[in-house]
């Protein structure tokens, strides 16, 4: 039964982790707290459920394209809307986004309506010494996972992930140094919304998806993000990690409606007593 | 405190218009009496809320947590046989304990740690409220005593209710616009650092605002319970109102006295006209005007130098006078 339990935990934090690592880079390189994420999420779903469903194009396709457009999207807000207002007051982006959410929102929820969707995979279990694991699960996973160690080797190999680090360290050096900002800024903001199109899709996978979910997803990404340490994709992997297995083992221990506040609690007292995150200052790749 | 000619002229400003508001009430039918104990309660939350973001500068969105917590306390408080007065100071000493014992924690955080920490706030209580059902009533709700008495006078009362807390939240506004704790806390909004070492004792200061705020915030929500006389968590704790509230004091203007009254009556009648007439898109549209506030009116209404603009106006009417006489006599 533990067994079960810790691998279900295991199983959605790769998962958990994918959803908040664009987040925890938006908040760490940009200082926004990105209120639109979890909308970006549903998106990504959506965008994922339509392209299967209703234009009957395979997995495989739909995936990438979803995650460009979202990239795009991503990239076309920070640089029309979010640049501007980039430097004020953290109210105020954060007011911004919140605002920019629920257009979004709205907009989703009129396209595709409020009815749960779902895609019907049946790829089978897989038995594992009693433990049993979908396929669909290890495979979200998976995707989840590939794209995150992807961006983290990005961050810290090509020309462009070196700026944003160069960018997050210190703004001012790195414009000096002929980076272009702006660019910079909605490049990162688009990176965050194309992870946030893979959780999404990663999703529409396992759960039914409606539209108000996303403040739950939202919720996940502060947890994990704050757990973790901002801007720091090692530090969103253990987060997310840590918590689908506390959120696992709170069912265990609690019961199913108390999980989401065990995590709520957990990061309330990292918040505390850690405010950098668990993954400490180090983590600025 | 300071009192200098533009304070006193607007405490009379403020006065007047409160008295204007309390004799409508013996004309006003029960439609706009509700309208008129929402827009008092919102401006209410508006005022709690501008003590520690305006003032304060601190981004706190957890102005829903200590209504909610107010809500219950006055819910549970009526249950246990309190009477409806003593169920409403309950709430708002319920609201200020867990201020602080939130802001002892919460407080020591800055920024985006601290807004995130505020809405975490939010949402374990709710769930705690959502999950002690012995206490609360779980997600069924809780149902309150009902006030005896004919509908129309049930709602002048709670109309006049709700009235006299705005006119106490305005009070609390004034005193600490013009005493030596407002001057901290602005102080604390400019520099933290340099406030402390100027002699501000910082932390106590900010808690101080903090419980302020919470009590005010708890009462509202103890008069809001007894009004509909059924809470559940999701009322209670909603999300959306948390970021509202900090919207409606940007749209006035933050820091100010008169700024969270007008932010609030210009957003509700906005409000009010958006969910007439396009319901479908009603988030949408707050979202629109979220966006708009922020790029086009980023310090408020009471932001904006209506002076500087009235003198361009007027220079400007001058100068087409002058050049017209001016092409007159030549021609």
Same mark, same amino acid.
């Given at each position: 039964?533990l =067994?079960?339990?810790l691998?279900?935990?295991l199983?959605?934090?790769? /998962? ?11 908040w ?9 994420? !979890?909308?970006? +999420?549903v998106?990504?779903?959506?965008l ?5 469903q209703?234009?009957?194009?395979? $997995? ?9 457009? $979202?990239f ?14 980039v430097m ?7 007011? /911004?986004?919140?605002g ?5 929102n709205?907009?989703?929820l009129?396209?595709?309506t409020?009815t749960?969707?779902?895609?019907? @995979? ?5 038995d594992?010494?009693?433990v049993r ?7 979200g ?6 794209? @995150?160690? $992807? $961006?983290?080797w /990005?961050?810290?190999?090509?020309? @462009? ?11 001012h050096a ?6 272009? #900002? ?6 990162t ?6 992870m ?5 899709c ?13 403040g ?5 990404a502060?947890?994990?993000? +704050? ?9 969103? #992997? /253990? ?10 083992? !709170? ?11 065990? =995590? ?5 007292a990292v ?6 995150g ?8 | ?6 304070? &006193? ?7 007047l218009?409160f008295a ?10 029960n439609?706009y ?6 827009l008092?309660?919102l401006?209410?939350l ?7 973001? *305006?003032?304060?500068?601190y981004p ?12 219950y ?7 246990q046989g ?8 309950a709430a ?12 002892l ?6 920024g ?8 975490a706030? &939010?949402?374990?209580?709710?769930e ?5 059902d012995s206490?609360?009533? *779980? ?8 006030q005896?008495?004919?509908p ?20 609390i506004?004034?005193?600490v ?8 806390l602005?102080?604390?909004r400019?520099?933290e ?9 910082v932390f ?9 705020s ?8 103890g008069?809001y319970?007894?009004? &509909? ?7 209670a704790?909603n999300?959306?109102?948390?970021i509202?509230?900090?919207?409606m ?10 700024g969270?009254?007008?932010? *609030? ?8 006209? &958006? ?7 009603h988030?949408g ?5 979220i ?5 086009f ?21 001058r ?11 030549v021609?």
């Open positions: 039964m =067994g079960q339990y691998v279900n935990g199983l959605i934090g790769g /998962l958990y982790a994918c959803l908040a690592v664009g987040f925890s880079l938006v760490g390189v940009l200082n926004i707290v990105n209120m639109l994420h !979890g909308s970006m +999420v998106l990504g779903a959506y994922c459920l339509y392209g299967v209703e234009l009957g194009l395979p $997995l495989y396709l739909v995936v990438p394209v979803a995650c460009v457009l $979202l795009l999207f991503g990239y076309a807000v920070q640089r029309g809307l979010l640049n501007r207002v004020q007051p953290i109210l105020i982006t954060l007011t /911004l986004t919140f920019l959410d629920l257009i979004v709205n907009l989703i009129h396209v595709f409020a749960p969707r779902s895609l019907v @995979t049946n790829f089978g279990m897989l594992f010494a009693g694991i979908p396929v669909a699960r290890v495979g996973m998976l995707v989840a996972v590939v794209l @995150t160690l $992807l $961006l983290y /990005l961050l810290r190999h090509s020309k @462009t992930g070196r700026a944003i680090i160069a960018v997050r360290m210190d703004r790195a414009a000096l140094m002929g980076i272009r #900002i702006p660019h910079i800024y909605a490049l903001f688009g990176i965050g919304a194309l946030a199109g893979a959780a999404g990663a999703l529409a996978l396992i759960y039914p998806i409606t539209p108000m979910m996303s739950v997803f939202l919720g996940k502060f947890v994990i993000c +704050v757990l973790g340490g901002l801007g720091s994709v090692p530090g969103a #992997i /253990l987060g997310g990690i840590m918590l689908g297995i506390v959120e696992g083992l !709170g069912t265990l221990t609690f019961g199913q409606q108390w999980a989401t506040s065990v =995590g709520f609690m957990m990061m309330m918040i505390v007593l850690f405010p950098t668990l993954a400490g200052k180090k983590g600025y790749e | 405190m300071i009192l200098d000619r533009a304070t &006193v002229f607007k405490l009379i400003f403020g006065l218009l204007a508001t309390a004799s409508l009430s013996a004309v006003l039918d439609y009496l509700q309208v008129g104990t929402t008092a309660m401006c209410v508006c005022w709690a809320w501008n003590l520690v973001g *305006g003032y304060m500068g706190a969105l957890s102005m829903i947590s200590f209504f909610g917590v107010g809500a306390a006055d819910g549970i408080a009526q249950m309190l009477s409806i007065y003593a169920a409403w100071i708002a000493l319920i609201g200020a304990i867990v201020a602080l014992l939130l802001g924690p919460l407080l020591r955080l800055k985006h740690y601290f807004a995130v920490g505020t809405v706030s &939010v949402e374990v209580l709710r705690v409220a959502n999950n002690w206490l609360t009533g *779980g997600a069924i709700g809780m149902n309150i005593p009902i005896p008495g004919n129309d006078l049930v709602g002048r009362f709670f109309f006049l209710s709700m009235l006299g807390l705005a006119l106490g939240a305005f009070l506004t004034v005193v616009d013009r005493s030596r704790f407002g001057f901290g602005r102080c604390i400019q520099n650092q340099a406030a402390s070492m100027v002699g501000i004792n106590a200061y900010k808690v101080a605002a903090f419980v302020l919470g009590a005010i915030g708890a009462a509202a929500g008069i319970a007894s009004m &509909v006389a059924f809470i559940e968590p999701k009322d704790f999300l959306i109102m948390t509202e509230v900090p919207v004091v940007m749209l006035g203007g933050m820091g100010t006295i008169f969270p009254l007008i932010g *609030g009556v210009f957003y509700v009648v906005l409000k009010e006209f &958006v969910w007439a007439y396009f319901i479908d898109w988030s549209i707050l979202g629109l005007i966006v708009a506030v922020i790029y009116l980023p310090a408020g209404v009471l932001g904006l130098s209506w002076k500087s603009m009235f003198n361009r106006w007027a220079r400007s009417h100068t087409n006078l002058s050049a017209k006489t001016i092409v007159r006599q021609s």
